[in-house]
């Protein structure tokens, strides 16, 4: 069996942190190599995803069945293997640290089945960790995106709407510097050409 969990803060309230997880869709949407969700019914549903199992890209289909639920901060799942022989479990557990912020526990165990179990479970100890971190950094990226577009689009009465304005990352930021001294280094040399032609011209009338 492989195990791990990621704990991490979301800048919002529980509530909206319950919205989001309380829909599985979101979860498969989540994960890395996702492909399709399908909904069977209000507890159940079927996963398609493209996973990198070593030197190997498989895709898998899982049915995943919600085995407990209570709101607004404990959520347990299963899955199975449609064809693989692989299943797990996985959990996700809130707690209020602030009105405006949340901690949460995603936790996920996977285990083979069957002859090939011992094989299934070395090549995806390495993914699982990563799969429980990607799903993690999703879910807080998009619960928070959530609550501020929200928050844009509270409006002051007789005020006009302002249209929020992409963020600019620090790698973006350096590369705007960056383009801005170019540009600026090329301004200057072409303002020192201009000013050397107008000083030749000069000469030459007073010649």
């Known amino acids: 069996m492989i195990e791990t969990d990621h704990r991490f803060e979301v800048d919002a309230p529980i509530g909206e942190v319950w919205a989001y997880a309380s829909d599985i869709g979101n979860w498969a949407g989540s994960m ?3 492909e399709s969700f399908e909904s069977v019914d209000e507890l159940r549903s079927n996963w398609v995803l493209k996973v990198a199992l ?29 064809s693989e022989p692989i299943a797990g479990r996985g959990t996700f557990t809130a707690a209020v640290e602030t009105p405006a912020q949340t901690s949460v526990v995603v936790s996920l165990a996977i285990w083979g089945n069957g002859p090939m179990a011992a094989t299934m479970e070395a090549m995806s100890r390495p993914v699982v960790p990563r799969m429980t971190r990607v799903v993690s950094d999703a879910f807080k990226a998009a619960v928070e995106q959530t609550g501020t577009a929200a928050a844009d689009r509270v409006s002051v009465p007789g005020s ?48």
């Not at 301004?187 to 201009?194: C, F, I, Q």
């Open 54 to 82: 070593g030197a190997l890209t498989k895709r898998i289909q899982l049915n995943v069945t919600i085995t407990d639920r209570h709101e607004p901060d404990h959520i347990t799942f299963e899955l199975e293997g449609a």
């Open 160 to 207: 006009r709407p302002v249209t929020p304005q992409p963020s600019v990352g620090p790698g973006a930021r350096r590369q705007i510097s960056g383009r801005w001294r170019s540009s600026g280094r090329l301004l200057g040399w072409a303002r020192s050409l201009v000013d050397a032609l107008r000083a030749r011209r000069a000469d030459r009338g007073h010649s």
């Open 32 to 34: 890395p190599g996702y």
